[in-house]
């Protein structure tokens, strides 16, 4: 045989092939939980084990959003799971092992467990080497999908929003990491912000403060590719909280009602339009319903009327079936419409947000996918101040001005409050009586630890206050050595009169140390022969023995 005759043949068989797929009746290689039945129809796996781990890899997924985490939880669950044989001498066979995530991945993104037949996912190419290569195509490239064409293990929306999170949680897509899956750190925004000078998306880095995990949302896509300097980084702990108290704040029964009431009147002018688009169908039934008519009305001998009748039929049927399915289109896409039972759900959800939100055993991934439901994404830029730039969905935006976070050595500051109260109680008071003043006062630190007589010494010297010794010898005290040469007395009879209460002196540390109030007209004399302190409580005494002397 010639090779356009070979040609020929193929050309007619891939034709066949096609014309077979595209009526949704081309028998294929299945995948694993479906089988053919003895009519040639596509059944589910009678086998009621592989039914069960293919519905736990759904709701698995449906509970995870991640196809890594699905596949954790059945190697931590040592779950096996089924996959066929597709050659050698088992082949068709069902063999059981451990579940991979490649095998997630595969499962997912197979839209034949949503029921719908597909033919044209891949092509094969030759490259110059001879090699075969399979190229994936995309949606709008295959020859054939029919949704609905046998059971499935869900439903095709369900399979809609899968693709959509597995998309989202895509490491990356072409130049721009899109969001990933929820994790575990308490970065709320993780995966949502972009970077508001050079629009690329902000990851997340964590820094271990004090026993706890702190996020900061860092640009360096190009710091990356093209070893430039970081583009900017924000300290997200404050950014969390604001956007937090946002979320609550919009989130109440009033802006629910208001939203609702909002939803209630676009549904009506959908439901207008909806109307007038049902009656283009009906004029286009009319009109193909007329030509019909007028066809059969015709006479079969004469062809020349009969072909014209005959192609305008034609086109009055297509026209009829493009009104039908774009009428079918837009009715899918406006059915919006809301249930007075889901309104009331909506409205307790408001009540019971803030509530869920603030609890301590919400998980942090839980309060991502919160997030992920209300908000499209944070644009953070910061200069003078940090501006948060928020997209709900459905549209709304907000603008959130928060002040630059404070450094590590600027969160340890003792407030100025407390300086002065320092700086007051040295009038009156050591280091360590200080310390004691503020404790019990229940001052706190900048370290937040409690006041000793070192820490309040430290803050003396770095703020510059004045010291305890200067101010009292500015208020004329004097010191040991000046009052024992007016007393004429030795320091050790000074010392002693202080003990007794014979002349006042001020302590000015924690030593002992003390500056003297000067002597006046009453002051203190040394006598010969008798202590001080017995001749000043028993003066009778005293006066007997200058006597006897």
């Known amino acids: 045989m010639s090779e356009a005759e070979l040609h020929v043949l193929r050309a007619r068989l891939q034709g066949g092939i096609l014309s077979k797929a595209r009526r949704g009746e081309l028998q294929m290689r299945l995948p694993v939980g479906f089988v053919y039945n003895a009519a040639g129809a596509v059944v589910l796996d009678p086998d009621q084990q592989v039914q069960h781990c293919l519905r736990w890899l759904f709701d ?6 991640s196809a890594m985490a699905t596949a954790r939880a059945a190697h931590h669950l040592e779950l096996a799971f089924p996959r066929r044989c597709c050659k050698g001498p088992h082949k068709g066979e069902l063999l059981w092992g451990s579940l991979g995530h490649s095998q997630v991945v595969r499962i997912l993104h197979n839209p034949r467990y949503a029921g719908a037949f597909v033919y044209g996912r891949t092509h094969t190419r030759k490259t110059v080497d001879g090699r075969t290569r399979v190229i994936r195509a995309p949606r709008d490239q295959w020859d054939t999908l029919i949704p609905g064409a046998h059971a499935g293990y869900l439903s095709w929306e369900e399979y809609e929003q899968n693709q959509k999170r597995l998309h989202e949680s895509a490491q990356a897509i072409g130049a721009d990491r899109r969001r990933g899956a929820p994790r575990e750190g308490p970065a709320l925004l993780q995966g949502v912000v972009v970077c508001g000078r050079c629009g690329n998306r902000m990851t997340v880095r964590y820094h271990s403060r004090q026993g706890c995990l702190c996020p900061e949302y860092i640009c360096q896509r190009e710091g990356i590719e093209q070893a430039e300097p970081v583009c900017q980084r ?29 939803q209630r009147e676009l549904q009506s002018r959908i439901e207008e339009a909806d109307c007038l688009r049902h009656k283009q169908v009906e004029r286009a039934q009319y009109e193909s319903d007329l030509a019909q008519r007028r066809y059969m009305r015709c006479d079969p001998e004469n062809r020349l009327v009969a072909d014209s009748l005959e192609a305008d039929w034609n086109h009055k049927l297509r026209a009829l079936t493009e009104a039908n399915e774009e009428y079918q289109r837009r009715r899918e896409q406006d059915a919006r419409i809301l249930t007075d039972e889901q309104r009331a759900i909506i409205v307790s959800l408001a009540s019971n947000f803030p509530r869920l939100w603030r609890d301590p055993a919400t998980p942090d991934r839980e309060r991502k996918r919160m997030i992920r439901l209300l908000l499209e994404d944070v644009t953070l830029n910061r200069d003078q101040q940090v501006t948060a730039q928020i997209r709900f969905k459905g549209g709304a935006h907000r603008i959130l001005r928060l002040p630059l976070p404070l450094k590590s050595w600027q969160r340890w500051v003792t407030p100025a409050t407390v300086i002065e109260e320092i700086d007051e109680l040295l009038n009156h008071h050591t280091a360590l009586q200080i310390a004691n003043i503020l404790n019990e006062r229940g001052v706190p630190s900048g370290t937040g630890r409690p006041f000793n007589a070192k ?11 004045k010291p305890r010794y200067d101010r009292l010898r500015e208020a004329g005290l004097l010191t040991l050595q000046e009052i024992a040469d007016a007393l004429h007395v030795t320091p050790t009879s000074v010392k002693i009169w202080n003990r ?28 010969m022969g008798v202590k001080l302190s017995c001749r000043r409580r028993h003066p009778d005494v005293v006066s007997d023995r200058r006597e006897e002397v």
């Open 455 to 465: 820490m309040v010494a430290r803050l003396q010297r770095n703020y510059c206050l």
């Open 500 to 527: 007794r209460g014979l002349i006042r002196g001020h302590a000015y540390s924690d030593k002992n140390e003390c500056l003297y109030d000067p002597p006046g007209n009453n002051s203190p004399r040394k006598a």
């Open 234 to 262: 924000i300290h997200g702990a404050a950014i969390d909280e604001a956007i937090g108290e946002l979320l609550v704040e919009a989130l109440n029964p009033l802006a629910i009602e208001v939203s609702l009431a909002v």
């Open 60 to 65: 698995t997924f449906r509970g995870t959003g």
